[in-house]
């Protein structure tokens, strides 16, 4: 059972929610490049030689830590939105963990990839794959008292 908010009676929590991932993924993918060419020079820049592996594990990280410590990555937080979990709680660290793991394994494959941001554009939640199996939703940040 989803408490997050009915997207039927609160359709502000969802207005251009797909939009806003998209933009919210290229602002973290541009952070986490940021990151690993700051962090070269401490690998005696061996790292270029495994820079694809280094934005992983480096990716990686830092979904789980920002995903724990405020239910959003820094794109997502700039974009005033955030992940939420099926009691409409922020995520904790093994919610976190999971979702991040659930997207590795999608932007592994394609097809799952792409299936995900089909479900994001059409469903009712702009919930992708990860979100469904998940529970979770992106959602518009609300208002703070």
């Given at each position: 059972?989803?408490?997050?908010?009915?997207?039927?009676?609160?359709?502000?929590f969802?207005?251009?929610v797909?939009?806003?991932?998209?933009?919210?993924?290229?602002?973290?993918?541009?952070?986490?490049?940021?990151?690993?060419?700051?962090?070269?020079?401490?690998?005696?820049?061996?790292?270029l030689?495994?820079?694809?592996?280094?934005?992983?594990?480096v990716?990686?990280?830092?979904?789980?830590?920002?995903?724990?410590?405020?239910?959003?990555?820094?794109?997502?937080?700039?974009?005033?939105?955030?992940?939420?979990?099926?009691?409409?709680a922020?995520?904790?660290?093994?919610?976190?963990?999971?979702?991040?793991?659930?997207?590795a394994?999608?932007?592994?494959?394609?097809?799952?990839?792409?299936?995900?941001?089909?479900?994001?554009?059409?469903?009712?939640?702009?919930?992708?794959?990860?979100?469904?199996?998940?529970g979770?939703?992106?959602?518009?940040?609300?208002?703070?008292?």
């Amino acid at each position: 059972m989803l408490r997050t908010p009915d997207p039927e009676t609160h359709p502000q929590f969802y207005e251009g929610v797909p939009l806003k991932r998209l933009l919210a993924w290229l602002v973290d993918v541009t952070l986490i490049a940021l990151i690993c060419v700051l962090l070269l020079p401490f690998t005696a820049f061996t790292g270029l030689f495994f820079f694809p592996l280094m934005m992983l594990v480096v990716g990686f990280a830092y979904r789980v830590i920002t995903l724990s410590n405020g239910s959003a990555t820094w794109g997502m937080r700039l974009m005033g939105m955030e992940l939420r979990d099926q009691a409409d709680a922020p995520l904790d660290f093994t919610t976190a963990f999971l979702h991040t793991s659930g997207y590795a394994v999608s932007m592994a494959m394609a097809p799952l990839q792409l299936i995900s941001v089909v479900l994001m554009a059409t469903s009712a939640r702009c919930q992708g794959l990860t979100d469904m199996l998940l529970g979770t939703a992106a959602l518009n940040r609300r208002l703070r008292d």
